[in-house]
């Protein structure tokens, strides 16, 4: 038979559903795995979806999504980052931040052009410039500068088929915040080399040291950026899959146009239930941020006291601690960790080759697992 598509093909399987995958059919397993809160969506929210289901919302909306939606979500842009777009011709309604980022990309790109993309990063981001047909380049950060982009390095991986520049700010793996200075350096980067720039944000509102700076509202950033955002995580609402996207108009009219031959929508009952997080949920985002920074303290010190160096992470809900110490390659470290201690973890070298030598431990689970799964950890390296 004909092969089937050279670059899907040749695209490996996520290296955080392996391990997943591995811990689901264990006993007793603590999983600092899989980047979900455990909050189940809070109950002002979930009303709004049944009263939705009951009342019979259960049809496409406009292929933009609810005007409600889109109004609620400029405004809270405008009033709370000072980014301002109009949400009739700027703002798209997703089917999660995931489909956002893969509409940015095939709308930005054209075969071969290349996209630079700061390292350790989020797993879907290098995979999907090449589904969209471009080229991703990784450029590396350190946690010695506590993985802050380093400019001078992003310019100097700049060739003729740059196109883009694609970051996450909190990130994932690293719970790194960029610095709003490196965002304002990058921006007349990106103006000095006529690059766009997509921002990935879905973990604004997870912000523990300093105040989130949107990338939109930099000086000089708008007419060339794409922000996406949702409401997976600091709404705890990763099933409802709704996320959003805003652009310049030209930029936002395409993803339109892509999405509606592919997803049409997102689905109606969770535009609903958005509209209800963005108008009635503040409370419950504040309460869950708050328990998430009392876990980020208590992990973070617990790593750091069984020996293990580990970053400050100002936002997101991971942390990314170094495990060269133990002598292992991340991959090892994780696969012994989880036999000889049920506690699942990703190899940092999943999320590029600046990863290798860390592991991401994602710290949205209860208090009592996280010191359970530190004292576990222990044991494990005193094993070694």
């Known amino acids: 038979m004909k092969p089937l598509n050279d670059t899907i093909t040749a695209c490996p399987p996520s290296g955080i559903r392996k391990f997943f995958d591995i811990a689901a059919e264990m006993d007793d397993v603590i999983s600092l795995g899989v980047g979900e809160p455990d909050f189940v969506t809070p109950w002002r929210i979930r009303e709004a979806g049944i009263y939705a289901l009951e009342h019979g919302y259960t049809t496409y909306t406009g292929n933009s999504g609810l005007a409600q939606l889109r109004r609620l979500i400029c405004d809270d842009l405008s009033s709370r980052y000072d980014a301002h777009y109009a949400w009739d011709s700027e703002c798209l309604i997703t089917t999660g931040v995931s489909e ?5 990309l095939r709308v930005l790109l054209n075969p071969g052009e290349e996209v630079i993309v700061p390292e350790p990063c989020y797993v ?7 589904f969209a047909g471009g080229t991703p380049v990784g450029v590396a950060t350190r946690a010695e500068d506590s993985f802050a982009i380093d400019v001078a390095a992003i310019e100097a991986a700049v060739t003729p088929r740059t196109k883009a520049i694609l970051i996450g700010s909190p990130a994932n793996p690293t719970g790194a915040v960029q610095p709003v200075e490196v965002l304002r350096d990058l921006v007349r980067l990106a103006e000095r080399h006529d690059l766009y720039l997509v921002s990935d944000e879905i973990y604004d509102r997870l912000t523990y040291t300093g105040s989130h700076t949107c990338l939109g509202a930099v000086p000089g950033a708008r007419e060339r950026t794409v ?21 310049p108009r030209a930029i936002a009219e395409l993803c339109v146009r892509v999405h509606q031959y592919t997803m049409l929508c997102a689905p109606h009952v969770s535009q609903v239930a958005a509209v209800e997080a963005l108008t009635s949920a503040e409370g419950d985002v ?19 006291e069984i020996g293990l160096e580990c970053p400050e992470p100002a936002g997101a809900f991971y942390a990314f601690p170094s495990i060269r110490s133990s002598g292992l390659s991340s991959e090892e470290f994780a696969e012994r960790l989880l036999k000889a201690e049920s506690v699942a973890v990703v190899p940092g070298s999943v999320f590029g080759p600046s990863g290798e030598g860390h592991i991401r431990c994602s710290y949205a689970t209860a208090l009592p697992q996280l010191e359970q799964a530190v004292e576990r950890m222990g044991r494990f390296l005193q094993s070694l």
Do not use: I
């Open 100 to 104: 956002g980022l893969d509409l940015a």
């Open 286 to 304: 504040t309460e869950m941020v708050a328990d998430y920074d009392r876990r980020r303290r208590v992990f973070v010190k617990g790593l750091r």
């Open 227 to 247: 922000v996406l955002g949702g409401f997976s995580k600091a709404q705890a609402m990763t099933g409802w899959r709704v996320g959003w996207l805003a652009a």
């Open 124 to 130: 879907a981001y290098q995979p999907c410039v090449s």
